[in-house]
């Protein structure tokens, strides 16, 4: 960059600096705001605090941040998390049995001495801590959890006190517990949480709770605007393939459906749903339609928030789906014989798309399980984005859930930055999912072949005494809670207790910002008019100006973004 041209972009620097606003509350708003789902959220941090075992073995219980080991006296309070803010509490998990034992359950916020949530496993994770109550605190499989937000602006210390254990062998006062939060950037504006909603949160808490208690229809409500193309009754040709929508854009696709009442499962494996955005050499989503959706094989029929099999028009994905030049949507059979479909449907809404808006990718990968492994991989991915979930169908020849005693790991940006307490912990289960440990006041009682919530559920379980054979399919959406990254991210889940031969499949969803340039006049090239819209950036952490211009992933548009332009500026600067 020559001297004329930093001149100016330091002249830039002394007048055109602006305070960061704060925008939206996080919080109920995360699930409402149904677009955003795709929406890049820069300097947001997602976190997990566990009783995960931090040697790296089994004991994925009774530890803390302080005091450190595992923990086996009675009466021993225990500082579970400390979090500098703002902040959210998106989620609080444990197994039933685990809640039913009365844990302490403390908040201390913002430097206070005193807690303002000050209670017990059992009575906030049963519905009966004030406003905490259904749809979103829930019992299923198991596990109990509870995805009312709890906010905090300046700094939050969970705490909670530890129950005796024996030296050896099972004991119901096992500490097991999840807690899974956002970190958000200083300028966030957050009111702290003091056992109360005002009237707007009440109004956005009965949104949410509408939207769960109505998982299956759409969550962004009906588009008078929407294109709706329909694919009617037919078949794909073997080896071939049918195209359901090829739109030229900038637009998002607010559903697709694939209807096969008759379908076998063979079909439903070999024939795949492909999206490609913007003429790209790959697709994006490239996935048979059983692992897709969750269809077939004994699964139950069920309605998630995003993604299900149970609607008028067969399996649906909910998903929203922005594309800038083009979408293309097909149905690809990989047997060698016909299959039909009943009927497809892609209802898109054409219009601008922000730059910060990400594209929904999805990637399937199946395995079988070999000697001294110790993780199946979910996704690994490098660029900026976020995950959102995923799938997961785990079988194997012997009468044991062992395989289920696997933790689930992400790695963000290069660092583990959550890590779980077990298999069907991480989908809001708990004991194998309620099939050892019983409680029998679970919805679905003991034993539950299936148990479906709008965020998680497990839709096939199998474990027949005596028959060499166990088997779980299971899902879980990450929405508010969603894990952001600016440079790569790693999901993956031990599978080192599962027996070797056991059959691993994962279908891993997230979000991914394509490459944009800062060509914010879409004429090609950068100009004045970019670098214009470029100063009166400069300074911001806002998704709206980072999306644009934050081009070395800092969360802010500050000098290194201004030379990184420069260097593919085409003039002229006059």
């Known amino acids: 960059m020559g001297c004329r041209h930093r001149a100016t972009v330091l002249l830039v620097l002394a007048v055109v600096a602006t305070p960061i606003v704060a925008t939206a509350q996080p919080g109920y708003v995360d699930y409402t705001s ?62 039933h049995k685990t809640a039913d034992q009365s844990f302490v359950v403390r908040m201390y916020f913002d430097g206070e001495v005193t807690p303002r949530i000050d209670t017990t496993s059992d009575v906030l994770l049963d519905g009966s801590f004030g406003y905490f109550t259904a749809p979103l605190v ?21 705490e909670t006190v530890n129950k005796l254990l024996p030296a050896s062998g099972w004991s119901p006062n096992r500490h097991y517990y999840q807690y899974t939060y956002s970190l958000y950037p200083v300028s966030t504006d957050l009111t702290s949480y003091d056992g109360t909603l005002t009237p707007e949160q009440q109004s956005e808490r009965a949104a949410v709770a509408a939207l769960f208690d109505n998982a299956g229809q759409h969550p962004g409500g009906s588009s008078p605007g929407a294109v709706v193309v329909t694919t009617p009754a037919g078949p794909v040709p073997a080896g071939g393939s049918i195209v359901l929508a090829d739109v030229t854009g900038p637009g998002l696709v607010r559903r697709i459906n694939v209807r096969m009442d008759a379908a076998t499962d063979d079909e439903l494996d070999g024939l795949r749903l492909a999206v490609t955005y913007d003429d790209g050499a790959a697709a994006a989503i490239d996935v048979s339609v059983a692992n897709f959706f969750g269809a077939g094989h004994l699964r139950a029929s069920y309605a998630g928030l995003p993604l299900g099999t149970d609607s008028p028009d067969g399996f649906y994905c909910y998903w929203p789906m ?14 060698g014989s016909p299959v039909a479909i009943d009927s497809a449907v892609v209802e898109y809404e054409p219009g601008p798309v922000a730059t910060d808006m990400c594209y929904l990718h999805a990637s399937a990968y199946t395995h079988v399980c070999q000697a001294a492994e110790v993780y199946h991989p979910i996704i690994s991915v490098t660029g900026r984005g976020h995950y959102a979930g995923n799938l997961l169908y785990v079988e194997q020849d012997a009468w044991s859930f062992a395989m289920l005693e696997g933790d ?9 930055t959550l890590y779980g307490t077990g298999l069907e912990d991480a989908y809001n289960g708990g004991y194998y999912y309620n099939w050892t440990a019983l409680m029998l006041d679970e919805p679905e009682g003991p034993r539950p072949e299936s148990a479906i919530r ?26 508010a809670d969603r894990v952001g990254f600016s440079s790569s991210i790693e999901v993956k889940v031990e599978n080192r207790y599962a027996q070797v031969g056991s059959v691993w499949t994962s279908v891993g969803f997230w979000y991914q910002q394509p490459p944009v340039p800062a060509d914010t006049d879409g004429d090609g090239d950068l100009d004045l008019s970019d670098f214009a819209a470029l100063q009166r950036c400069f300074g911001e952490s806002s998704p709206a100006c980072t999306g644009l211009f934050d081009l070395d992933g800092s969360g802010l548009v500050d000098l290194p973004d201004y030379e990184d332009f420069s260097e593919g500026f085409t003039g002229p600067w006059e």
């Open 322 to 335: 922005p594309f800038r030049q083009r979408v293309r949507v097909s149905l690809v059979n990989s047997t």
């Open 454 to 479: 709008p965020l998680h559920g497990i839709l096939y379980v199998h474990h027949e005494d005596g028959v060499e054979y166990a088997r779980a399919d299971q899902f879980r959406w990450y929405i």
């Open 34 to 95: 149904w677009s955003d789902w795709a929406r890049l959220r820069v300097g947001v941090r997602a976190g997990l605090a566990s009783s995960y075992d931090r040697t790296g073995g089994n004991s994925d219980y009774s530890q803390y941040e302080w005091p450190e080991g595992l923990i086996r006296d009675d009466g021993v309070v225990c500082t579970v998390k400390t979090l500098a803010g703002p902040g959210v509490v998106h989620r609080f998990w444990m197994p």
């Open 408 to 416: 689930e790991v992400i790695t963000v940006d290069g660092t583990e």
């Open 138 to 158: 829930t019992t299923c499989a198991g596990g109990q959890v509870s995805y009312e937000p709890i906010p905090f602006a300046g700094a939050l210390r969970i």
